[in-house]
């Protein structure tokens, strides 16, 4: 039994030393790779401060768009108004006119007409049927 006892002891010994041997061999490339990203960090540092300045750049010409889009909303919205009231005025207008210009046409037909009567000539060629 004591030799089995040893044996045991002798091979968790031996697990042990192989579990070391990774844990040094991992320890040494972390290391590395401790080193690779210490060299990378001055790069990658620069590179994402350039992109945050382009960001705050963007951010402020899309704030100045905001700001142009907001006044040309409020433009076209007078325009509109100007349009709608000059509509509103112009139409009383146009509509006096065209009835001043129907009264006028009918006038000059009455006119036309009693002239075509008096001479003996009939008003028109289809008043027989």
Do not use: M
């Given at each position: 039994m004591g030799v089995?006892?040893?044996l045991c002891g002798i091979s968790l010994?031996?697990?042990?030393?192989a579990l070391a041997?990774?844990?040094?061999?991992l320890n040494g490339t972390l290391d590395e790779v401790d080193r690779q990203i210490a060299a990378l960090s001055p790069?990658?540092?620069?590179?994402?401060d350039h992109?945050?300045?382009?960001?705050d750049t963007a951010d402020a010409t899309v704030a100045r768009l905001g700001a142009v889009v907001g006044t040309l909303e409020t433009v076209a919205a007078a325009v509109g108004k100007t349009?709608?009231?000059a509509s509103d005025a112009l139409a009383p207008a146009l509509v006096n006119a065209g009835a001043a210009l129907t009264g006028i046409s009918a006038g000059l037909r009455k006119l036309v007409a009693g002239r075509r009567g008096e001479s003996g000539v009939p008003a028109s060629?289809?008043?027989d049927g």
């Open positions: 089995g006892v040893l010994f031996v697990v042990c030393l041997k990774v844990v040094t061999r790069p990658v540092i620069r590179t994402l992109v945050g300045g382009i960001a349009a709608r009231l060629p289809s008043s």
